[in-house]
């Protein structure tokens, strides 16, 4: 197996939603993929003819393309396979590993019964029969599990895990009506795929001492296993609906960018050392399955907000002015010609303060609205007659001002203070009042720098024209 290249995947079911913890398992198969330079596949596990709709479907895809981990080659379906799913059983049946078992539904209900007052799991009277013992009558296709000794997991993550066999039952691999169960998929798809490592949650750790049994049924080499410990809440529950998103798609819109949830959902059960910000490509080069702990993972939002807020002061800001032009549109803010323009000037001077893109839009708000701007009541509140006697001379100053920067203006405020013998706050926060009409905004220079001077000079003559 060694020599093989490696081959992961991901085997999400379409429910409706794609939870963090199959982001951060698809994540985990993608590292260890990219890091051996092995191949890193998706597998949709449609077998619930209910659930998996065309759009539920779409919501992983959709997932998995925003998260950057799309699989390298087209995904497979399970249900699509159902044909191979027989093959490898009539294979079972040939080798004796498998076999058909014809109880009536009473006679299983009587051997349940029996075999809890015996205290052993259920076996079928018709894993001693010949396969020529064939009555017409209907079955299922059990597995013909070892009833002694034990089978092993040696888990890449938990260690070597036991399970005594005498505790397996024969699993049922095809029920009544020929359709395939969720295990023989399973096995028949990882091997027809080449899966060389599973690296899944670890709520299927008891499926992985199932599963080895039908390889050995099926004389197939059973995969590496690396089962992942759960991701719990801040409170170190098990995550839940009051912890809050759960949802890839929440994490999107709530304003997340998917590097940011590549490099946390990394940190959540691995680590290299004290890194805390990391790129694609160091987390590519150091991740290994063996470093990843093997206890519960805790989401913690400020971590979260950290990192994204990283990422946001250093996305590229044209990516940046098209992620909030969408985020303004979602919330019917229309865009008029030119404000592209202003979101390239204000998204630089605001987005350090961003834990999410929806802040980032927030903080962009101020600069987009028309003139004349609407002040409120606490904004006009403000201007008392001196105050705008000093607004008038201090738009003059800013009329005949030549360096519209940051630094420029900051020192004319500055200038402007001492001639004026006051402190800014004397009439900072009136003057933001008219730049902004109340909304946030960055501080007095830079909302004049987002404007731009027209702009500015504009709202300052609207607010002081305004008669009380
Ligand atoms: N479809 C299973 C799930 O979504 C994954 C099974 C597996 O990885 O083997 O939990």
């Known amino acids: 197996m060694s020599d093989r290249p490696v081959v992961t995947r991901i085997a999400p079911s379409p429910t409706g939603s794609m939870h963090i913890g199959t ?35 779409q919501v992983i895809f959709d997932g998995m393309k925003w998260l950057g981990l799309e699989a390298d080659e087209t995904p497979l379906f399970q249900a699509a396979r159902v044909d191979r799913h027989r093959v ?20 299983l209900e009587a051997e ?80 027809e795929m080449g899966v060389t ?32 410990p759960l991701i719990h809440g801040p409170d170190g529950t098990k995550l839940s609906k009051r912890h809050g ?28 050392g004290d890194d805390e910000i990391f790129s694609d490509e160091q987390a590519i080069a150091w991740f290994d399955i063996k470093d990843v702990v093997g206890a519960p993972a805790r989401l913690d939002w400020a971590k979260l907000n950290h990192l994204n807020n990283h990422y946001i ?26 404000d592209a323009a202003v979101l390239s000037r204000t998204i630089p001077l605001v987005r350090d303060g961003a834990k999410t893109l929806l802040e ?39 009329a005949a001002e030549p360096d519209w920067t940051v630094p420029g203006l900051e020192a004319l405020n500055r200038r402007f203070a001492e001639n004026e013998g006051v402190g800014i706050g004397k009439f900072g926060p009136a003057l933001r009042a008219c730049l902004s009409g109340g909304s946030p905004a960055p501080d007095l220079a830079g909302a004049l720098v987002a404007l731009g001077k027209q702009e500015s000079l504009g709202r300052l003559d609207d607010a002081l024209s305004l008669v009380r």
């Open 245 to 272: 998103a759960q949802a890839v798609g929440e994490f999107a819109d709530m304003g997340y960018l998917p590097e940011a949830m590549r490099n946390y959902l990394a940190k959540l059960g691995w680590g290299h």
């Open 112 to 191: 349940r019964t029996l075999a809890r007052t015996e205290g052993r799991v259920v076996r079928s009277p018709w894993r001693n029969h010949s396969p020529n013992d064939a009555p017409d009558r209907p079955f299922v296709v059990r597995l013909k599990a070892p009833t002694e000794g034990q089978t092993l997991i040696d888990d890449q993550v938990k260690g070597p895990v036991r399970f005594q066999n005498c505790d397996l039952d024969d699993l049922i691999l095809l029920r009544t009506d020929g359709t395939p169960t969720y295990n023989l998929a399973v096995v028949v798809d990882d091997h």
């Open 23 to 57: 982001a951060r398992t698809a994540l985990f198969n993608w590292l260890y993929a990219r890091h051996t330079g092995g191949k890193y596949l998706i597998r949709v596990e449609d077998t619930d003819r209910e659930r998996s709709t065309e759009a539920n479907v």
């Open 197 to 228: 490592h599973v690296i899944r949650g670890d709520d299927h750790l008891n499926n992985a001492a199932r599963q080895t049994l039908i390889y050995e049924g099926l004389g197939w080499t059973p995969p590496v296993w690396a089962h992942l």
């Open 313 to 338: 002061r250093q996305a590229d800001p044209d990516r940046l002015v098209r992620l909030v032009t969408d985020i303004l549109k979602s919330r019917d803010i229309q865009l008029q010609d030119g």
């Open 88 to 107: 490898a059983v009539d294979e079972m049946l040939a080798r004796g590993s498998a076999y058909r078992d014809y109880m009536t539904p009473d006679e």
């Open 360 to 398: 980032l839009a927030d903080a962009t708000v101020f600069a987009l609205k028309k003139r004349p701007l609407e002040l409120l009541e606490k904004a006009l509140a403000l201007l008392s007659d001196e105050t705008r006697g000093r607004l008038a001379r201090l738009r003059d100053a800013y």
